[in-house]
């Protein structure tokens, strides 16, 4: 569940992995909004091309785009 935080409920970070069909692009377009690059985009053994970033609430995303047609395990 994702909301604004309040008094109540304040903010707290959250790690989140997105699928995404270019992830270059896509972690372009984070870094334009204001997002800290926490790792360029690579080639990982489990055939995605990930980044990551840092929003600015704290929240890490990592972006992936999936480069092969097997699958994980």
């Known amino acids: 569940m994702v909301s604004e935080a309040s008094e ?6 959250g790690a989140f992995y997105l699928h995404v069909e270019d992830a270059d692009a896509s972690m372009e377009r984070a870094l334009k909004a204001g997002a800290e690059k926490i790792m ?5 053994p489990y055939g995605d091309r990930q980044g990551g970033v840092r929003d600015p609430s704290g929240n890490i995303w990592w972006v992936s785009q999936r480069l092969s047609a097997e699958p994980y395990f």
């Open 40 to 44: 360029d985009a690579e080639i990982m």
């Open 8 to 13: 109540q409920f304040p903010a707290s970070s």
